[in-house]
């Protein structure tokens, strides 16, 4: 599409009128918003009449009630399916029980130097300590953890939003 005096004419016009870049890129065809913003800037327009926006800002909705005083209508969102909401309010009811730390023999725990492919590097202690070592156990697939670990590595999303909601709830 080349810019003819017609369109270009148009576009001071709508410029002058107020109307956004988008709104002129419509109202011409064929060009883009950022078409109009070169062109606008190639001619050197400026001095735009205002807007069709009010300058007074919009006022506030007044009925809203602010979302720590809601009262949750269901425990998880509205999003996806429904059908075993009900179930997961009653999970939610319970408390989620903290794993315990293993306590392991001191034989089959395993220092930095001591590690070996099929063991569980899961780091107990503060490595600044003597007493640090890694669990050490028979590690659970191919992941780097023995089963115990790898629930505490990794939990479900829905679970941690859970423990998340007891702590700050």
């Known amino acids: ?40 800037h190639r001619l050197g327009l400026s001095g735009r009449a205002t ?35 009900p179930q997961f309010e009653m999970e939610a009811d319970l408390a989620p029980q903290p794993l315990q730390e293993l306590v392991i023999p001191l034989h089959e725990r395993a220092s930095i130097m001591t590690l070996k492919e099929p063991m569980c590097r899961w780091p107990i202690g503060d490595p600044g300590d003597p007493e640090f070592h890694f669990c050490g156990r028979k590690k659970c697939g191919s992941l780097p953890y023995c089963e115990h670990h790898a629930r505490m590595a990794y939990q479900p999303v829905q679970a941690r939003r859970r423990e998340k909601r007891f702590a700050t709830g």
């Open 51 to 85: 807007s069709s926006r009010s300058s007074s800002p919009r006022p506030r909705r007044t009925n809203v009630v602010p979302r720590a005083n809601r009262t949750p209508s269901l425990i998880f969102g509205t999003r996806g399916a429904t059908a075993l909401k």
């Open 1 to 40: 599409m080349a810019w003819t005096d017609e369109r270009v004419e148009l576009l001071k016009k709508l410029w002058a009128e107020g109307l956004s870049a988008s709104q002129i890129a419509a109202r011409l065809g064929g060009v883009t918003r950022n078409a109009v913003i070169g062109k606008v």
